[in-house]
């Protein structure tokens, strides 16, 4: 049975990051949206575009999948969180089940980190593309905060395999004994 101080972290823990997760999404597809698909002056009154230009469709979905790409990984991230949250409370802490959600919140980690990085890396590229002057190639878009969540994510992953060879261990030695 889970310590009570434990199991109301856990249930504090998941509400804030149920509440971030519907913020998130909120906001970020809130500005995704609009700026790709709705509100085509958005992108033609952008600061790095020079000059009367129209944007094709094929490029709009360009941008939109690749922010769509880390928007959902992130989404993804939380979601594990929270999953992981929701096993502990439960007071599952060392179970195989717990161990592999522990892996999945860093493999999601590491993809959300590295997604926003290669977004941040192509979107200069991509709203500048249809200017005659001034374009920009694709870029490395090092975001520091991003690169810590992939570094991270592999961190807790590595994490996760050794609690699952420990986990492994410890059964194999109660099945000796």
């Keep these: 049975m889970a310590q009570r101080g434990q199991i109301w972290i856990s249930f504090c823990l998941t509400g804030l990051i149920a509440v971030f997760l519907v913020y998130y999404l909120y906001m970020s597809l809130g500005q995704l949206i609009p700026f790709a698909f709705t509100k085509p002056h958005l992108w033609e009154e952008h600061w790095m575009v020079r000059g009367v230009v129209e944007i094709p469709f094929w490029l709009r979905m360009a941008y939109f999948l690749v922010w769509i790409v880390a928007i959902l990984a992130t989404a993804?991230?939380?979601?594990?969180?929270?999953?992981?949250?929701?096993?502990?409370r439960n007071g599952q802490f060392f179970g195989l089940k717990t161990i592999r959600a522990f892996q999945q919140v860093g493999v999601c980690a590491f993809l959300a980190g590295i997604s926003i990085i290669a977004a941040n890396s192509l979107w200069?590229?991509?709203?500048?593309?249809?200017?005659?002057?001034?374009?920009?190639?694709?870029?490395?878009?090092y975001d520091s905060s991003q690169a810590g969540i992939a570094l991270l994510g592999a961190g807790i992953f590595m994490l996760g395999c050794v609690l699952k060879y420990a986990a492994l261990l410890a059964q194999e030695n109660k099945e000796f004994v």
């Design 124 to 141: 200069p590229w991509m709203i500048t593309m249809m200017n005659e002057t001034e374009r920009q190639g694709i870029g490395f878009g």
């Design 76 to 88: 993804l991230m939380l979601l594990a969180a929270m999953h992981l949250l929701h096993l502990l």
